[in-house]
């Protein structure tokens, strides 16, 4: 497995969660990473995009000043700190690695992608 999303699950509105992307050295290493989500009904959405130094961060304009992302390269993990969760947050989040380092919100610049992990609100 080149991506390993945890993290998530059932939360009141308003709470937070943590997801982790844990990815091989072969697969992030100099890479850029980023989170996406994807509703029942929906299209897969863009969340957040970091470089592979942490330099250029990149958020939707519907998470932005409620979640945070960042990465440990020592330890070969993203994360995505989400607060203030909203019912419109619930989604199947995927993490996924770029095929360059820097940071982008485009999903086919990425190639490498986790199996997704489910983030539900409850109002």
């Known amino acids: 497995v080149q991506l390993q999303a945890s993290g998530g699950g059932l939360v009141q509105a308003g709470g937070s969660l943590r997801l982790s992307c844990a990815c091989s050295?072969?697969?992030?290493?100099?890479?850029?990473m980023g989170w996406f989500r994807q509703a029942p009904g929906k299209g897969r959405e863009f969340v957040a995009a970091?470089?592979?130094?942490?330099?250029?961060?990149q958020y939707a304009d519907s998470v932005k000043g409620r979640f945070t992302i960042f990465r440990d390269n020592a330890k070969n993990t993203m994360y995505l700190q989400m607060n203030s969760l909203k019912p419109e947050d619930a989604a199947l989040y995927y993490c996924?690695?770029?095929?360059?380092?820097?940071?982008?919100?485009?999903?086919?610049?990425?190639?490498?992608w986790g199996q997704g992990t489910q983030v539900t609100v409850s109002s």
């Open positions: 050295r072969r697969t992030c290493s100099n890479n850029a």
């Open positions: 996924a690695a770029a095929r360059g380092s820097s940071s982008t919100g485009d999903y086919k610049d990425y190639n490498y």
């Open positions: 970091i470089s592979w130094k942490s330099s250029s961060i």
